[in-house]
């Protein structure tokens, strides 16, 4: 079955800590995003890459970092420079970069703070 | 830079009721899309608008693509409780931005 895989759907975070959100995709897409979404907001993009070893920030990318190794893979780190981790991260693909096509999500991870 | 509105924030209809949520963005638009989000789930993208004054149906939704490429709306006629959710609007004008969302809640 093809889709998109987040892991793990929580996780805790403790202060000054760095964490890495997983996200596999089976698609075959070119570009993947990550998304993080507020309580009552719409999703704001963090950051987005549309070919393996390339990786654009978006509108909040102040203490994220992110890799793009293999096409498959788009795995996010909230560093403990983000001073506000607690959110749904959500990631993203579709076929070709651009913002012309659907995009396909996960599942989502819920980050809190301990 | 773009600024997308999508108003009311929260709708609550009784079932059989009609809803409507509008998206409005600041610059013209290349695009518009359309997610529906399920409580506790993730966005899943329902329609792409790209022509000027375009209407496209699916079943009961319609979706509106202002003449002016800067405004859009979702209608869904007789509400179902399979409806609730949060519907997005996703303005693309070089950048994608989201509108906030209108959460629909539907009363059996």
């Known amino acids: 079955d093809g889709g998109i895989t987040q892991s793990p759907k929580y996780l805790f975070r403790k202060e000054g800590q760095n964490v890495t959100l997983s996200c596999e995709q089976n698609l075959n897409h070119d570009a993947m995003y990550w998304y993080r979404q507020d309580p009552g907001q719409g999703l704001r993009l963090i950051y987005y890459?549309?070919?393996?070893?390339?990786?654009q920030k978006g509108d909040i990318a102040e203490g994220y970092s992110v890799s793009r190794e293999k096409k498959e893979s788009f795995p996010l780190t909230v560093t403990s420079a983000q001073k506000n981790p607690t959110a749904f991260y959500l990631c993203?693909?579709?076929?070709?970069?651009?913002?012309?096509?659907?995009?396909?999500f996960g599942d989502g991870t819920r980050l809190s703070i301990l | 830079g773009q600024q997308v509105m999508q108003i009311p924030q929260y709708q609550h209809v009784q079932e059989g009721e009609d809803f409507t949520t509008y998206c409005n963005s600041s610059?013209?638009?290349?695009?518009i899309q359309w997610y529906k989000q399920r409580p506790g789930g993730h966005p899943v993208f329902l329609i792409q608008?790209?022509?000027?004054?375009e209407v496209k149906k699916q079943k009961r939704l319609t979706f509106q693509f202002g003449e002016a490429k800067k405004n859009s709306s979702l209608h869904i006629t007789a509400t179902q409780t399979t409806d609730v959710g949060t519907y997005f609007c996703?303005?693309?004008?070089?950048?994608?931005?989201f509108g906030a969302g209108t959460r629909l809640t539907v009363k059996p």
């Open positions: 608008l790209v022509k000027s004054g």
């Open positions: 890459s549309q070919i393996v070893n390339d990786f």
């Open positions: 993203a693909s579709s076929t070709k970069g651009g913002h012309n096509q659907p995009q396909h």
């Open positions: 610059t013209t638009l290349s695009n």
């Open positions: 996703a303005a693309n004008n070089n950048d994608m931005r």
